[in-house]
């Protein structure tokens, strides 16, 4: 197979505040979730390093992370390897998302302060707005903040640190790229408002868990057609 080279891994990487192995580790991650780096490909350390204006080493302690991930696999004499993706791998990190996010969703009913809904339907006909302008940027942006301030309000720590875990593995820079994404967050959305607006803790777990397993989904079909998964594994 041909050594991995993420497409868009010409120009280096943006700053944030996180360790620059950790940003390494997740430009790569979201490259194979989203089937521009697939099974079999070698992952090589001096390439990638010069495509992202980066040394080896934030590269090498990438990898391992992802080595300890199971995302690839170190050959003796050969390198990292990406590892075989299949759908049961995508379904099971979705269907725990859409527990956890489904249940952050039924206490935020609860909690979200009082006019709150109203602000996010707010922010909701802007990300209609951007979706219809094909504006997948705006639309990712208003989206994060729409899940952020449902998951806020929830207050629930060490479940949302779980849930942020799993989102590691939902590629979001490629969410202009994944067929219907933009759709469903201007879709979806509108069921998950109007359970919170009601303060009905058991229809917003369901729409909000419905909404994870759809984009799941998505995904899924995605990386079918880019011919990224191997049920064999």
């Known amino acids: ?9 010409r120009r280096p990487l943006a700053r944030d505040d996180r360790q620059l192995s950790e940003r390494v580790a997740g430009h790569l991650r979201e490259a194979i979730m989203a089937g521009e780096v697939q099974a079999g490909e070698f992952v090589r350390t001096e390439h990638l390093a010069e495509q992202l204006g980066v040394s080896a080493t ?5 990898l391992m992370i992802l080595h300890s991930e199971g995302a ?34 039924a206490r935020a009913a609860a909690a979200l302060p009082d006019g709150e809904v109203d602000r996010l339907r707010e922010v909701q006909r802007s990300l209609e707005v951007a979706a219809r302008a094909g504006d997948a940027a705006g639309v990712d942006r208003l989206n994060h903040e729409i899940h952020r301030t449902i998951n806020r ?13 799993l989102v590691q593995y939902v590629p979001l820079g490629y969410f202009g790229q994944v067929r219907g994404w933009a759709d469903a967050s201007q879709h979806d959305h ?11 803790a058991d229809a917003a777990r369901e729409a909000m868990a419905a909404h994870v397993r759809h984009i799941g989904g998505l995904l899924t079909e995605h990386l079918a057609a880019h011919g990224a998964l191997d049920d064999r594994v």
Request: glycine letters at 6%.
């Open 153 to 165: 309000a929830a207050d629930a720590r060490r479940m949302t640190t779980v849930l942020r875990t």
């Open 190 to 200: 509108g069921a998950v408002l109007d359970a919170l607006e009601r303060r009905d």
């Open 1 to 9: 197979m041909d050594d991995a080279a993420p497409g868009d891994a």
């Open 72 to 105: 690839v696999r170190w050959e003796p004499r050969r390198g990292f390897r990406v590892a075989p993706l299949s759908r049961g791998d995508v379904a099971d990190l979705f269907s725990v998302q859409a527990f956890i996010a489904g249940e952050l969703a």
């Open 58 to 62: 934030p590269v090498r302690e990438a």
